[in-house]
């Protein structure tokens, strides 16, 4: 039976067909880019301290009225307490000068009742300012990022089973429209509560958009594009919108007007339904071999090159029992249940979560690098940059499980290194965070393709989307391991350079797919890519493909 990639042979790799489906598909990565990272502005932190009502006080009390307090070896003015109010406004009223006729450490302390006062030297609001997140409300802050992430979650499990089930292409409009409309949506949120719940969905249709986009470009594209494509191509508009996000904030510094601009971008993408085929590879994997042909003549028309009278002749011969085969269809128990792919899928999750901690850990660390955010967000997103070209260059001449496990390594050896820089060289801290930060970003970009390459047609879809869902267990807790560095400043370093070296180590076992096609059916993969792990003989590894074979 001939490989897809040599029935469509004929119509080259780089014409006006694969053009169109490539430039439209990174486009449609664009709103990722601003979207995923826009919780930095959104649940930004701003200055604050407790709020004092306008009422008869001299000045000097209203300037002592709030306490001084010890943060980092920084002497700042309290964010949650302030001196008791009447009884500070009895002592103004006598005319008494605080630190000199009233000893300040005396005084008793109250919490903020009147409020907050927030400065607006960066941020004209955020949802902190707006639903008050602070004090016995901070853990709301990097909670709320938490349940965005979670919807990523969730959508990225359901995304890539109805997409290997009901097809690439409406699975990736009906997520961008879910984005778009959760987006705005969250302008109206009259109180954190619903604010969460509204995120939640939106992050439903964050992820699930990439990665429905990813795998329908690399199924439809072939060669040297589709690496092009998986690594250059997609993930450079997500970088691209990702450089966008520091412009926009900055310009819109309120955070409805931000959510405004990056939901309205969205209804730019309604027109791409009319362009953006369905994955041809997909329709053949479920016996619909005339619309497969259909795409492909079309084209070939685009293309100016002519097709051949039967295009799938030897998929024709099975599509009747593709279509009424139930064991045709496929989901995610199927990538657990044979001991090669099993452990195949185990590490690749393990391997998926280090580097969606430590992407996510490190962007959403972004405000530490520099005092201006705008600044810093935008170093973090250009750094990307060079990182997908290296993957590119990887994906193109390397290895995928060499370039997998130097990119670990590198991240995390440069995350172990950060704590012996000596404060006074912080440009070097700054430069080791930056480091791991691109191979962190060469990993992700890496890790798509190469997922993309271990799994057959009909499960493809369904691993990625499992892989990624797993991995945002560990963009989930993220929030809360930056936490840690209130307490000890290099504890979040430690751990995600720690799980880098882990899953350097782990990546050893991963069978090889360079140079190889995308397989079409699971018997495929089985025979092709054998786990040579020391826990798994070649005698189980044939025995396991045998079982698995006869279940189908």
């Known amino acids: 039976m001939k490989d897809y990639d040599e029935n469509i042979s004929f119509l080259g790799q780089w ?3 694969q053009q169109i489906v490539f430039f439209l598909l990174c486009a449609s990565i664009l709103p990722n880019g601003f979207g995923a990272l826009s919780v930095v502005f959104l649940t930004a932190i701003p200055s604050h301290h407790c709020l004092v009502p306008e009422v008869n006080l001299t000045q000097d009390w209203r300037n002592a009225i709030i306490p001084r307090e010890v943060v980092n070896g920084i002497q700042e003015p309290s964010r949650c307490s302030r001196y008791r109010l009447d009884v500070v406004r009895n002592l103004s009223a006598q005319g008494l000068i605080p630190g000199r006729d009233v000893n300040l450490t005396d005084l008793e302390q109250e919490g903020c009742v009147d409020g907050w006062n927030y400065s607006k030297d960066i941020y004209q609001s955020t949802i902190v300012t707006e639903f008050d997140l602070v004090c016995g409300d901070q853990w709301k802050q990097p909670f709320t990022t938490t349940i965005f992430y979670l919807g990523f979650l969730a959508g990225s499990f359901f995304s890539g089973q109805l997409s290997d089930r009901f097809g690439r292409k409406p699975v990736l409009f009906i997520t961008m429209a879910l984005q778009t409309i959760f987006t705005f949506s969250e302008m109206f949120s009259p109180s954190w509560t619903v604010f969460s719940i509204l995120i939640f969905f939106n992050g439903l249709g964050h992820n699930s958009n990439y990665v429905s986009g990813f795998v329908l470009g690399a199924e439809i594209l072939t060669g ?39 939901s309205l971008p969205g209804l730019l993408y309604i027109p791409f339904w009319w362009f953006i085929p369905e994955s041809p590879r997909w329709l053949l994997s479920q016996g619909r071999v005339e619309e497969a042909e259909a795409i492909v003549r079309k084209a070939a028309k685009m293309n100016k090159v002519e097709a051949p009278q039967v295009i799938f002749e030897d998929y024709s011969a099975h599509a009747d029992e593709t279509k009424t085969d139930p064991k045709n269809h496929h989901n995610i128990f199927d990538l657990l249940r044979t001991r090669n792919i099993r452990n195949m899928t185990l590490i690749l999750c393990l391997v998926w979560v280090t580097i969606s901690a430590g992407y996510y850990g490190l962007s959403l660390n972004t405000s530490r690098l520099h005092a201006d955010p705008y600044i810093s967000c935008f170093l973090s997103a250009a750094v990307e940059v060079p990182a997908y070209v290296s993957s590119w260059l990887s994906l193109r001449y390397l290895p995928r499980r060499l370039s997998v496990i130097c990119t670990m390594l590198i991240a995390g050896m440069s995350l172990y290194f950060i704590q012996l820089v000596p404060q006074s060289l912080s440009e070097l801290a700054v430069a080791l965070e930056m480091l791991g930060k691109y191979s962190l970003t060469t990993g992700i970009a890496l890790m798509y393709a190469y997922t993309a390459e271990l799994y057959p047609t009909v499960l493809r ?16 807790v993220v929030p809360f391991v930056l936490l840690l560095g209130d307490y000890f400043r290099y504890m979040p370093y430690i751990i995600l350079g720690s799980l880098s070296v882990v899953s350097a180590f ?3 076992f991963l069978p090889e797919s360079f140079g190889q096609p995308l397989p079409q059916t699971i018997q495929e993969m089985q025979r092709r890519q054998r786990m040579r792990c020391p826990f798994i003989t070649r005698k189980e590894n044939s025995k396991s493909t045998v079982l698995f074979e006869s279940q189908l």
Do not use: E
Not at 231 to 238: A, N, R, S
Not at 249 to 256: G, H, I, P, S, V
Not at 461 to 476: I, Y
């Open 506 to 508: 782990a990546a050893l």
């Open 15 to 17: 014409g006006r067909f």
């Open 224 to 262: 040297k594009v589709r690496v092009l494509f998986s690594t250059m191509g997609v993930c450079l508009g997500f970088a691209i919108g990702y450089m966008l996000l520091p412009l926009f904030a900055y310009f819109l510094r309120d955070w409805k007007s931000l959510l405004l601009g990056v």
């Open 461 to 476: 879809n369904t691993a990625t989307g499992t892989c990624t869902t797993v991995s945002r267990v560990g963009t989930c």
